[in-house]
């Protein structure tokens, strides 16, 4: 866990080098989303794209690299109370699922 790198934002203002007033949220966005597990850094991204509205999902994706299908995928969960996603824990404990294997997502349609 020592090398976790931070990825650097693609959106256009950032790439361009100029400084520009979300500079700095973008890097902490991808800073923040360096220390999340793979849902948490679903729904965060979901989170902020549902605050940019139209054209956040691609927005977010440039951030944070994430899919955009992935995205929609942290909107879809987020707009269902996360009904049937785990809570805090990444694993129940003593649960007794044997590690490796992957859970089943319901089949998310377009
Ligand atoms: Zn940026």
Redesign the pocket.
């Known amino acids: 866990m020592a090398d976790i790198t931070i990825r650097s934002?693609?959106?256009?203002?950032?790439?361009a080098g100029h400084d520009?007033a979300?500079?700095q949220?973008?890097?902490q966005i991808n800073l923040l989303l360096s220390r999340l597990n793979e849902q948490q850094r679903r729904w965060f991204a979901a989170l902020e794209s549902n605050k940019i509205g139209y054209g956040g999902d691609t927005l977010l994706s440039?951030?944070t690299g994430l899919h955009v299908d992935t995205i929609r995928r942290g909107r879809e969960e987020l707009d269902a109370e996360l009904d049937g996603r785990p809570t805090d824990r990444i694993r129940n404990p003593g649960a007794g699922r044997p590690p490796g294997k992957k859970k089943t997502r319901p089949p998310w349609r377009t």
Request: glycine share 0%; net charge neutral.
């Open positions: 934002c693609q959106c256009s203002n950032c790439q520009h979300d500079r949220l973008h890097h440039l951030i």
